[in-house]
């Protein structure tokens, strides 16, 4: 979903990291489409090779897909042309850096840590960059490091935090009449509310590697002598995924040195996210519910990790002997007994289904993001309207159809005419459906009907939250420009009057960023999750 | 008159209908019997501006009134207030309650003069789950929920951190809360610069 601000917010963002001129292209390719070269010159009255440079520094960022489609030229010679479509949501993703960071400096150590932190930067590297820059910023011995580097840099690409890059430039064959033209036209909006595959998504997924190709990394640990023992692991750890590939298997070596000179790795982006959704889900059901339940969600998540369920609804269904096993391997969960895991089961909506004589469980975790969606809606409706909206807004929340007003006052218990007035408001801000329903017959009656439409909701609030961030952003240069200098200030002096500017500078700086961090966990939860 | 209509009361203009008799002196004879507290008048809750009218030995229906939620035509909110309290400290207590529970306990405590209706009491529970006070659960028969059927729909506390509900990541920063957001832009008259809302936020 892609809103009016959430487009200003991905061209300030690209401005901040890129400036203006790359930004422009960015804007144009985010408001009018996928386009071709020459279009973008002509709508953003750029140079060509400037605009062609542009869209290089977002595609070794990630924020551009290019790809080819052959078109009949004049006469019977057919032509590839190459087309340029946005990646919206990598460009948001750069919000995000410090929350991915995070998660492997917890997960992972200090070095893994600064190793996706190259990568972030660089957007797209091949192993010997990413060692080459690890050395340069380490002046200790070399193949001793360089094989600490490759073997974190394994450790990051097995948990898939790491991948190889897609296709530059993927061919696609024309498939079918109406799709060609639609190009340029299509905004990323009606891209993403079109019922068949888009171009766009065709092009995604002829550039993306295949699964078994994705995370393959062949590397030559090991030559070193005094590392042989990591190395022999490390070797072993590849020989399975070499053998899906006789070709590289030939020659070991010499394909590890392709792999580290030619291929171009990037931070896996959709494992991050998985992993953020994982957390918002459990820390949900950790205030929702309690920490018993929110361990046991975690069990079932970790136990059915992989590629299909990344953004699946429910977690696989499992046993409770399964579900035991994975909940006592945490340090919190080894206090559990069977009673507990089952009551926490119920706790969680699980309804267990019986395969073959045996209980299966499965969380519906659709079910929790959207009450963690739900629940950001309704503090607005709070906070805004008032408690007799919250009330009244829930319930039609919780219906889920059409009601009339008179009902709805009856059941929340607020007087009728605060409930008219109430339900006009929040229809006027777009967070309710009407419907009119005249009656005749003696006398005239007017019914007023009443829904909340989630989609729009959704859409509207996602909105906010992006005109918020950018509000906040700017608000944040402003108090930090403001004051730059105090910022600057030695230790000593910090006294006096300019100790509580100090003072204040750093309160504010550290509640924006907090700030900042948490609206944008909420972006996530109504756009990625 | 006085003997139709009894438990729902004449609306004056229906009086004159009925009777065909002028307006004057319907009302003068109106005003005659509420003065010789014959008839007495009373307002029906979802038409608070016409006259209700009816015999002083009777009293108006539900249908009029609105039920006994209602008071002179509208909604009697302390009422409402402390039963919800009241409910919401009987579910305190017994920690999950079926509102047939809450009823009984009422009852048994004579927290109220009259007897409880579980159907009344299962009203303002629902406004409690609309509140976000109490959630609705489904008893397991098992621990908490002994003593309770397998499967019979209880109410619970919703847990809150510190006593405070939750606040939503929009709602915790001025923009979400803001009037102004839609007339708010970068280099506008309102902006985030010259924002006061956001001057008072930081105010530390
Ligand atoms: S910056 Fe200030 S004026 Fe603008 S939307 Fe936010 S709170 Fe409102």
């Known amino acids: ?529 | 008159m006085h003997s139709k209509q009894e438990r729902y009361g004449d609306f004056q203009g229906d009086i004159k209908k009925e009777t065909s008799l002028i307006d004057s002196l319907i009302k003068k004879s109106l005003k005659f019997l509420q003065d010789h507290n014959l008839i007495k008048e009373f307002s029906h809750y979802q038409n608070k501006g016409k006259k209700y009218f009816m015999a002083v030995e009777f009293e108006p229906s539900a249908e009029v009134t609105g039920g006994a939620w209602y008071s002179n035509g509208s909604l009697d909110m302390d009422f409402i207030a402390t039963v919800k309290v009241s409910c919401l400290m009987c579910i305190k207590q017994l920690k999950v309650a079926t509102v047939e529970g809450i009823a009984e306990f009422f009852d048994k405590t004579h927290v109220f003069h009259n007897k409880c209706f579980s159907e009344k009491i299962g009203e303002i529970v629902q406004t409690l789950v609309l509140d976000n006070e109490v959630m609705e659960v489904k008893s397991t028969g098992m621990g908490e929920y002994a003593g309770i059927p397998f499967g019979a729909l209880c109410y619970k506390l919703v847990k809150k951190q510190g006593g405070v509900p939750r606040v939503g990541a929009l709602t915790s920063i001025p923009c979400g809360v803001c009037p102004r957001i839609h007339e708010c832009t970068p280099d506008g008259i309102i902006s985030p610069v010259t924002c006061v809302y956001y001057t008072k936020w930081l105010d530390f």
């Open chain 1, 1 to 529: 979903m892609v809103t009016q601000y959430g487009i200003k917010l991905a061209v300030s963002l690209i401005s901040a990291h890129f400036g203006e001129i790359v930004a422009k292209v960015c804007c144009c390719l985010l408001q009018k489409g996928t386009l071709t070269l020459s279009d973008i010159t002509r709508y953003t009255e750029l140079p060509s090779q400037q605009a062609k440079n542009c869209l290089l520094v977002l595609i070794q960022h990630n924020c551009v897909q290019a790809f080819a489609i052959a078109k009949e030229g004049f006469g019977m010679s057919t032509r590839a042309i190459t087309h340029y479509s946005v990646v919206y949501e990598n460009i948001l993703h750069r919000l995000r850096f410090s929350k991915f960071l995070t998660i492997v400096s917890e997960e992972l150590d200090k070095e893994c840590e600064e190793l996706l932190e190259g990568l972030l930067q660089h957007g797209r590297l091949t192993l010997e960059q990413i060692m080459l820059r690890a050395m340069s910023k380490q002046n200790e011995g070399t193949s001793v490091y360089q094989d600490v580097v490759r073997t974190n840099f394994v450790r990051l690409v097995n948990l898939r935090y790491v991948e190889r890059c897609p296709t530059s430039e993927p061919f696609l064959a024309p498939n079918s009449e109406e799709e060609a033209p639609s190009i340029g036209k299509r905004g990323p909006k009606s891209a993403k509310l079109g019922l068949s595959e888009t171009i766009e998504q065709r092009a995604m997924k002829a550039a993306s590697p295949s699964e078994a190709k994705r995370f393959l990394i062949v590397t030559d640990i090991g030559a070193n002598v005094t590392e042989a023992k990591t190395g022999a692991s490390m070797t072993n750890l590849m020989l399975g995924e070499k053998r899906k590939h006789k070709a590289l298997e030939t020659d070991g070596s010499g394909a590890a040195t392709i792999c580290e000179k030619e291929v171009l790795w990037r931070v896996n982006f959709e494992e991050f996210v998985y992993q953020l959704r994982k957390k918002v889900c459990a820390s949900n059901v950790r205030s929702r519910l309690d920490d018993g339940a929110s361990i046991i969600l975690n069990a079932m998540l970790d136990a059915t990790k992989s590629e299909e369920n990344l953004k699946s609804e429910n977690t696989v269904s499992l046993t409770m002997d399964a579900i035991f096993e994975e909940v006592i391997k945490s340090e919190d969960g080894r206090t559990m007994t069977l009673d507990h895991v089952r009551a926490g089961l119920t706790q969680l909506g699980c309804h267990p289904f019986i395969r073959d004589g045996e209980e299966y469980f499965s969380v519906d975790i659709k079910n929790i993001i959207e009450i963690a969606q739900n629940e950001e809606v309704e503090s607005i409706m709070l906070k805004r309207y008032g408690d007799d909206a919250y009330r009244m807004f829930r319930l039609l929340s919780k219906t889920g159809h059409l009601v009339e007003t008179e009902k709805i006052s009856d059941m929340a218990f607020v007087e009728r005419k605060t409930a008219c007035k109430i339900l006009y408001n929040l229809w006027k801000d777009g967070y309710l459906h009407m419907e009119k329903i005249i009656s005749h017959g003696s006398t005239q009656y007017q019914f007023l009907l009443w829904k909340v439409n989630k989609h729009l909701i959704k859409e509207q609030v996602l909105d906010e939250m992006c005109h918020a961030v950018l509000n906040l952003m700017q608000r944040m240069a402003y108090e930090l420009g403001k004051e730059h200098e105090i910022l600057k200030l030695p230790r000593e002096k910090r006294i006096g009057v300019l100790g509580k500017r100090f003072d204040r500078i750093r309160k504010v700086k550290i509640l924006l960023d907090s700030s900042l961090l948490k609206l944008d966990d909420a972006i996530m939860l109504f756009s990625c999750f």
